[in-house]
């Protein structure tokens, strides 16, 4: 089943460019085809793929920092290739 997720990491504590930068550079780097904007990075793949990938990656993002929130979206179905039609 193909997912699209959207993620938002929201350091609360000073310093947190670094965290994000981190977080977002192993997101480009986990192959799965991606979509970044300055709100939010999207993710689309198989289900089973992205959810392991998630599990392992979000415990390393949070354990990185004092306190933070971890917003998670998901669509059931592929929407990378969505363009506005109106």
């Known amino acids: 089943m193909d997912i ?3 993620l938002t990491l929201t350091p609360l504590q000073d310093n947190y460019e670094e965290l ?3 977080f977002i550079k192993k ?3 986990s192959g799965f085809t991606i979509s970044e904007n300055p709100l939010s990075t999207q993710i689309y793949g198989d289900y089973d793929d992205i959810m392991e990938w998630l599990n ?3 415990k390393l993002a949070l354990e990185l920092v004092e306190n933070g ?3 998670i ?3 059931k179905s ?3 290739n969505y363009e506005p039609n109106f």
Do not use: A
């Open 4 to 6: 699209s997720v959207e």
């Open 20 to 22: 994000i930068k981190k």
């Open 27 to 29: 997101i480009r780097d």
């Open 56 to 58: 392992t990656e979000i």
């Open 69 to 71: 929130l971890m917003y």
């Open 73 to 75: 979206k998901i669509v």
């Open 78 to 80: 592929d929407r990378s």
